[in-house]
């Protein structure tokens, strides 16, 4: 069972707490690997911030460094199937905007689940 529906996704993709902690998790999981993100200034703008400065890093790391990428992806716990899932779902889009869609969604799901059992529900 899926601890965080894709409606939950979307209802908390514009809570600004949650956005804030999401645009920490994604700044510290690039860190691990020396990759630099910035935390968007205005909240109300992070996700198209955040989406524009992964493009870019994701479109760097496929074609220079993709091994990089791989190591990424693992640390963010992003399948090599969620990816081929995405792709064929939003086949209209970009492999770079696939994954940095998918990076998003996967570390917002990591801070709703944090979310979800410290408030108690086990």
């Known amino acids: 069972m899926e601890l ?3 409606e939950d996704f979307l209802k ?7 956005v804030r902690k999401t645009a920490q998790q994604v700044i510290k999981d690039f860190a691990f690997f020396n990759i630099e993100v910035r935390f968007p200034e205005d909240l109300s703008l ?3 911030d955040l989406f524009d400065q992964l ?9 220079e460094n993709s091994e990089k990428l791989y190591a990424v992806l693992y640390q963010i716990d992003l399948s090599e199937a969620a990816i081929r899932k995405g792709v064929a779902q939003m ?10 869609h998918l990076i998003l969604e996967r570390e917002l799901k990591k801070v709703l689940t944090r979310k979800y059992f410290s408030e108690g529900n086990l």
């Open 55 to 63: 493009t870019a890093i994701v479109a760097h790391m496929l074609s």
């Open 12 to 18: 908390h993709q514009n809570d600004r707490e949650t």
């Open 46 to 48: 992070a996700y198209n």
């Open 4 to 6: 965080v529906s894709r």
């Open 91 to 100: 086949s209209d889009h970009t492999l770079n905007d696939v994954i940095t």
